[in-house]
């Protein structure tokens, strides 16, 4: 009983240090520039969080871009991906439940469609933080037409 006390203290003190070193420093970074203008501009951090955001949460994420950050070309480059993203899981989704009744081989068909999109969802969030504007695989031309 004390020793998980013990540990729980510990544990949560990890947590917090860890916490406010790594955000700390993200949060720290986020700077606003005034230009010759006089108009503000935002640091490349606040992009690269909806352009997360944008993939991240799909369709939830494209909505809050579009409402946010719609002049922002790299975050709705990103919050578009993360739609189709969205919606070729919800094809997969069909096409898997389709091929359900077939025993074996549609389970299997099913789990590689899922593998599919997960890897493609995984990639855009790894391209998101990345800062340069890059398509996923496939997903990343239907995109464009949006």
Do not use: C
Request: proline share 1%; aromatic share 14%; no cysteine.
């Amino acid at each position: 009983m004390i020793m998980d006390t013990f540990y729980q203290f510990y544990i949560r003190i990890f947590i917090n240090t860890y916490i406010n070193r790594n955000l700390g420093d993200i949060m720290a970074k986020k700077v606003v520039h005034k230009t010759s203008k006089g108009s503000e501009k935002k640091d490349d951090s606040d992009t690269k969080l909806f352009a997360f955001l944008g993939v991240f949460l799909t369709v939830i994420g494209y909505i809050v871009v579009l409402v946010a950050r719609k002049e922002d070309k790299y975050a709705m480059f990103y919050a578009k991906q993360g739609l189709v993203l969205f919606v070729a899981w919800v094809i997969a989704a069909v096409a898997s439940w389709i091929v359900s009744w077939i025993l074996i081989a549609g389970q299997i068909i099913g789990l590689v469609l899922n593998a599919i999109i997960l890897a493609f969802w995984i990639i855009g969030i790894i391209y998101s933080l990345s800062g340069e504007e890059k398509d996923i695989p496939i997903i990343g031309e239907f995109a464009k037409k949006i």
